[in-house]
């Protein structure tokens, strides 16, 4: 995909970047390309995150002491969580990489770590087995998938919205989340299915390593699809600029610290909205409404089915609207809707409790959908891969990666099922005051050349103004 350098100008008397043009039937064909490339590393990585969520209850039984299993699970849990320690440091490694070699080759090294890290889960020997290097194996496999995940999904939205027109970026960015509502579908689906055609006893014994070892051919389908794309228009622009030093982690933080910390803030929401909707609510069901594994797969399928296909009105609706706009609606909507939420996903009956996930999803889908799009709309090309990945990954693993955790340990220290529900609200209260202070980005050209990127100011933390 070249860049147009016709002489044609913007409103503001600066050269009209290629990304502010209708596409072409030959722009839309490889932008096209972009996304399924792009969204198929991203399947991988939220497929393997979502069959261990809705696999969590059998995972305890194999990987952990027998007779206690609640606190299997809270280890099962734990494990979960400890994988997203390494992903800061795989978002500021890969980041880093991802502006100075480029998008493209950075997102075919993690797709091969991530489709590698989930199949040797499938393969694992038991507690059974070799006792306590059974959860050390486990949790060492997470840990190389939460390197990996670090540069993956912010370079993956990153790379999308370089290729995007100005005025459709969320609209096109919103397919990045549909694809992660798709690798959580398809995951239920299919642990519905091995559970409905198999029995108990066959899909505890080996059943359930069927979903891990599927990772590795879609992995390899990912990987040589990324190899064959070009690299993103912005950054080849940024590759004609050789007297343009690669900036240091250290430089990004100190010239965009308050631009990161509000846009984390927000992205808070988005992970604990996230996980709490995605992998922890299948268990809340069973565990709280006593609803069978299929009844509550089921529901969590028809919820995540709605959620796929509400993103691209999300992102259409956030291009029309603004971000801001877009992150007030989406923290209310969780405030307003995650109790009626919970209380009907713990009824135990199929159709109240997926009325009761869509609920949620309504909320989680809008932060996720905004969340794509600001994550490369907030900071300038050269450092956008760094700087993303840092609030994305951040954000995930102090509030994602613990999210199943922290309600599993609220219920069982209060013994009210509903307790997961006052964290998420006093979460999206915090992503509500970050994200307002976020500058509107919906006009800024990714590629710097069009009139928009300087228009807003930085946010200010503390009376200090921060260059953005």
């Not at 299929?294 to 995540?304: E, V």
């Not at 900071?379 to 599993?408: D, E, H, K, M, Q």
Request: glycine share 8%; net charge positive; aromatic share 10%.
């Amino acid at each position: 995909m070249s860049n147009n350098n016709d002489a044609s100008l913007s409103s503001s008397g600066s050269p009209r970047s290629p990304l502010s043009e209708p596409l072409s039937p030959e722009r839309r064909k490889a932008m096209h390309q972009v996304i399924v490339a792009s969204a198929i590393g991203n399947f991988v990585e939220w497929f393997d995150f979502a069959i261990y969520g809705f696999l969590a209850i059998v995972i305890a039984q194999h990987f952990f002491p027998p007779g206690e299993p609640a606190l299997a699970l809270l280890q099962t849990f734990a494990v979960f969580a400890v994988s997203f320690a390494l992903r800061p440091i795989g978002g500021l490694f890969f980041g880093k990489l991802g502006d100075r070699i480029g998008r493209k080759r950075v997102l075919a090294i993690t797709i091969l770590m991530m489709a590698g890290a989930t199949a040797l889960i499938g393969v694992l020997p038991t507690y059974g087995a070799i006792g306590i290097a059974a959860p050390l194996l486990l949790a060492l496999a997470r840990c190389i998938q939460g390197f990996s995940a670090g540069g993956e999904y912010a370079g993956a939205c990153t790379y999308v919205l370089e290729h995007a027109p100005t005025h459709q970026k969320a609209r096109y960015g919103s397919l990045i989340p549909v694809s992660t509502f798709m690798a959580f579908g398809c995951a239920a689906g299919l642990t519905l299915l091995l559970s409905t055609v198999m029995s108990n006893g066959t899909m505890e014994s080996w059943g359930w390593r069927i979903p891990f070892l599927i990772a590795a051919p879609l992995g390899l389908i990912g990987l040589y699809m990324r190899l064959h794309l070009e690299e993103s228009p912005a950054f080849k622009a940024l590759q004609k600029t050789p007297e343009t030093p690669h900036a240091r982690v250290s430089e990004t933080v100190r010239a965009h610290g308050a631009t990161i910390v509000c846009l984390s803030a927000f992205i808070s929401a988005t992970a604990l909205s996230f996980y709490m909707f995605t992998t922890y609510l299948v268990t809340y069901m069973q565990v709280a409404g006593n609803a069978t594994r299929a009844t509550a797969l089921l529901a969590s399928l028809g919820a995540l089915v709605f959620s796929g296909l509400l993103c691209p009105v999300i992102g259409r609706l956030s291009d029309r609207i603004g971000r801001r706009n877009t992150i007030r609606a989406a923290c209310i909507c969780l405030m307003v809707a995650v109790f009626p939420a919970y209380y009907l996903a713990g009824s135990g009956e199929m159709l109240p409790a997926m009325l009761g996930a869509s609920l949620l999803a309504v909320g989680a889908v809008m932060c996720g959908v905004v969340t794509a799009v600001l994550l490369a709309e907030q900071f300038p090309t050269r450092v956008r891969y760094t700087a993303s990945a840092l609030c994305y990954n951040v954000a995930y693993t102090i509030f994602g990666g613990t999210a199943p955790l922290i309600a599993t340990w609220l219920i069982d220290l209060t013994g009210n099922s509903l307790a997961p529900a006052f964290y998420l609200i006093a979460i999206a209260l915090l992503a509500f005051v970050g994200g307002s202070r976020l500058p509107e980005s919906s006009q800024r050209a990714l590629d710097d050349n069009e009139a928009g990127w300087h228009d807003q100011p930085a946010p200010k933390l503390k009376g200090a103004t921060i260059a953005s």
